[in-house]
T-cell receptor
Framework: DAGVIQSPRHEVTEMGQEVTLRCKPI?????LFWYRQTMMRGLELLIY????????DSGMPEDRFSAKMPNASFSTLKIQPSEPRDSAVYFC????????????FGDGTRLSIL | GDSVTQMEGPVTLSEEAFLTINCTYT??????LFWYVQYPGEGLQLLLK?????DKGSNKGFEATYRKETTSFHLEKGSVQVSDSAVYFC???????????FGSGTQLTVLP
């Protein structure tokens, strides 16, 4: 079975550019999560969706970050304009059913902003 | 709010040694508890879980018991292998939060 698919795996871009990260959750999963992982702050939840609706975006660092889920099989995380401090690994995860079911993670996008 | 406190790493062991990674939590109600593992260059994978007090989760030789009286969920393995080298995350989800709260992670290195 296909797991959570993220693209691109690596992204290097210059400060000020727009960055779009993509995620395809596991088919049939109804919740989707975006995380950011850095050495300094560890794993942070940015936003999560339930049935394509954003439920909690309190972790989104600032207005430069936005996330969408236009349908059950696709989500994007956009940073505009990007800054060097946005450099991190960004993970998408999806989950089926209720809150105590496990989340399934993609392999992440390693983002470097120069 | 909910929180998870993990044993700080890094932890370095020789192959076949006994492993314990401590995890304690603070949460409202009766959380579900998880251990995730992250291998280099990959996302997190569920290792095991427990959803109620005294439950024992187990997988790949790893075990953890949900201890409500001590609010703990320590990860153990009797004999580690080089392939167990990874970062291990303890996590919980409680009814109020609805999403995972992670510990800071513990880096394990197993030497041959």
């Amino acid at each position: 079975d296909a797991g959570v698919i993220q693209s691109p795996r690596h992204e290097v871009t210059e400060m000020g550019q727009e960055v779009t990260l993509r995620c395809k959750p596991i088919s049939g999963h109804n919740s989707l999560f975006w995380y950011r992982q850095t050495m300094m702050r560890g794993l942070e939840l940015l936003i999560y969706f339930n049935n394509n609706v954003p439920i909690d975006d309190s972790g989104m660092p600032e207005d430069r970050f936005s996330a969408k889920m236009p349908n059950a099989s696709f989500s994007t995380l956009k940073i505009q304009p990007s800054e060097p401090r946005d450099s991190a690994v960004y993970f998408c995860a999806s989950r089926a059913g209720t809150d105590n079911q496990p989340q399934h993670f993609g392999d992440g996008t390693r983002l470097s902003i120069l | 709010g909910d929180s998870v406190t993990q044993m700080e790493g890094p932890v370095t062991l020789s192959e076949e040694a006994f492993l314990t990674i401590n995890c304690t939590y603070t949460a409202t109600g009766y959380p579900s508890l998880f251990w995730y593992v992250q291998y280099p260059g990959e996302g997190l994978q569920l290792l095991l879980k427990a959803t109620k007090a005294d439950d024992k989760g187990s997988n790949k030789g790893f075990e953890a018991t949900y201890r409500k009286e001590t609010t703990s969920f320590h990860l153990e393995k009797g004999s580690v292998q080089v392939s167990d080298s990874a970062v291990y995350f303890c996590a919980l989800v409680s009814g109020s939060a609805r999403q995972l709260t992670f510990g800071s992670g513990t880096q394990l290195t197993v030497l041959p």
